[in-house]
């Protein structure tokens, strides 16, 4: 181990419970992205990132990303980006990293234990709060490896550059055409070299691994209209035509109970596995029962983890996520909804293209609606979409995590792809021209985006010192591509 990180690793540990308050009012800010009424909030966690970054002596910006598509009264949060240490040294690489200030919603009564917006911490060191690993745990992660290398007085291995954005959960809008206006020469990203996001699990608890693939997603909504209000069912029951009946078997004919997608051509582009990527998964630390555990149930598809694997990362998925519009109290409502909005979404793989996966989604949609005969209004509609992405994980940028991950660890990591999506990770790749790495810090457990989201204590602290120990060993790694 290079001896500054010693004396990195010691300053890490003597300021974990500074580290751990950072993290309790980052999580006591409700940065709900999708959200309207909370867009302050998302603002206001935005400036007290920046703040913190700002306290710490590095250069950085709010730089707004306009309007919201479709919400023109309101404002996307900031780009907030900055660079670290303030002059750029050009004897030393430039590492991007990216991350996002905002949260999926949370209510007390979704089921938490503990309040979702105050960091509790158990007496085995598990820190509950939304976002506390999804993704305010990881991206103060950096701004920590700032500070413990100023106050242990080492020298800043790289240029870092970060970008950290507020409307991840809600399909990182507008950030898209930000990045690749910002990676032309002469621009704030034009001289990357490699870029790390922080933003996935792991795949267990004990065992760390580095990332190369996601899915991608494109997300959906069905809305079914007629009556001009909301209807009493015993008075109107039996003599109008119910756009909730026609909702539900639209929906009913996406996909079936086995996952299977029933739209006609999905999978048609899927790459083919092959007898070397077949032979990769039996590897992988992974069992049935990490699955059942993050499940909390054993209501897995498939008995064996090979082929749950693939059905995670390289096939692709529909879920159905929710009715808008729908009597979803407790308690009976003999209600007729007027107006319904059904969604749903589809993880995308290599070798699917967005623009086909709408086309036929509109196509069966459209077919099975007017095999109903309804009287009702339907209208399809695309909310918003991300693509997949795969890297190689051989580049130079994967081999200085995994010796970093050694360091802190003490064991290889695994190399894996994740079934959930980063929009702007391809985007990253493409505009940069250079490789992306994920680089995860919680583990499987966490439970991000549901109800008592965590981050343990030991994940926080040591992806501290791995995001720095990264930084130190991507700086010196022989470029080879
Ligand atoms: N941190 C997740 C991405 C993720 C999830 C990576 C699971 C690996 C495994 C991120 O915050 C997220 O949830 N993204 C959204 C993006 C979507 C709105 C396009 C997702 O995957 O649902
Ligand atoms: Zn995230």
């Known amino acids: 181990m290079a001896p500054n990180l010693k004396s990195f690793f010691q300053n890490v540990d003597d300021n974990a419970e500074t580290f751990i308050e950072r993290l309790r009012k980052a999580v006591a800010i409700p940065s709900i992205s999708a959200e309207d009424e909370r867009r302050a909030d998302v603002v206001r966690m935005g400036m007290f990132l920046k703040g913190e970054l700002d306290r710490l002596g590095a250069s950085t910006e709010a730089r707004p990303l306009g309007k919201q598509p479709g919400k023109e009264h309101l404002e996307l949060p900031p780009a907030i980006i900055g660079r670290y240490p303030a002059k750029k040294d050009d004897s030393k690489r430039t590492i991007l990293v990216y991350g996002h200030y905002d949260v999926q919603p949370a209510n007390k009564s979704d089921g938490w234990e503990t309040e979702p917006f105050k960091l509790s911490v158990d007496d085995k060191g598990r820190m509950y709060g939304r976002g506390s690993t999804d993704d305010k745990g990881p991206v103060l992660g950096w701004v920590n490896v700032i500070e413990s290398h100023q106050k242990a007085e080492i020298d800043f291995p790289v240029n870092l550059l970060m970008c950290f954005e507020g409307m991840e959960e809600y399909g990182s809008e507008g950030l898209d055409d930000f990045i690749i206006a910002e990676c032309k020469p002469g621009k704030y990203f034009a001289d990357v070299d490699a870029t790390c996001i922080s933003d996935n699990y792991w795949l267990g608890t004990e065992k760390p691994c580095l990332t190369y693939g996601l899915r991608g997603c494109s997300y959906y909504s069905i809305q079914v209209s007629g009556p001009g209000q909301d209807l009493h069912s015993g008075v109107f029951g039996g003599t109008a035509q119910e756009p909730m009946t026609d909702l539900v078997r639209v929906m009913a004919s996406l996909v079936d109970g086995d996952g299977n997608i029933l739209i006609p051509g999905i999978m048609d582009d899927v790459a083919k596995v092959t007898p070397d990527e077949e032979s990769r998964y039996k590897d992988i630390a992974f069992t049935m029962d990490n699955l059942y555990e993050s499940l909390g ?185």
């Open 297 to 481: 149930s054993k209501t897995g598809i498939f008995p064996d983890k090979e082929r749950t694997l693939m059905g995670r990362w390289r096939y692709p998925s529909l879920s159905l996520h929710g009715v808008e519009g729908a009597f979803s109290a407790p308690g009976a409502k003999t209600v007729i909804p007027a107006k319904v909005i059904g969604k749903f979404s589809i993880r995308t793989v290599p070798d699917m293209k967005p623009e086909k996966v709408d086309e036929l989604v509109y196509a069966h949609v459209d077919k099975v609606f007017e095999s109903l005969k309804s009287k009702n209004t339907m209208k399809c509609h695309l909310q918003h979409s991300g693509k997949w992405w795969v890297a190689s994980p051989d580049h130079w940028n994967f081999t200085a995590a995994a010796k970093a991950v050694e360091d802190v660890w003490k064991v290889k990591p695994d190399l894996t792809r994740e079934g959930g999506s980063i929009p702007v990770t391809l985007t990253f790749e493409q505009a940069t021209g250079k490789n992306v790495l994920l680089l995860p810090m919680g583990s499987s457990t966490d439970a991000a985006h549901s109800v008592n989201e965590k981050l343990d204590r030991k994940n926080y602290i040591e992806g501290i010192k791995l995001l720095g120990a990264y930084l130190h060993y991507v700086a010196e790694e022989p470029m080879k591509e």
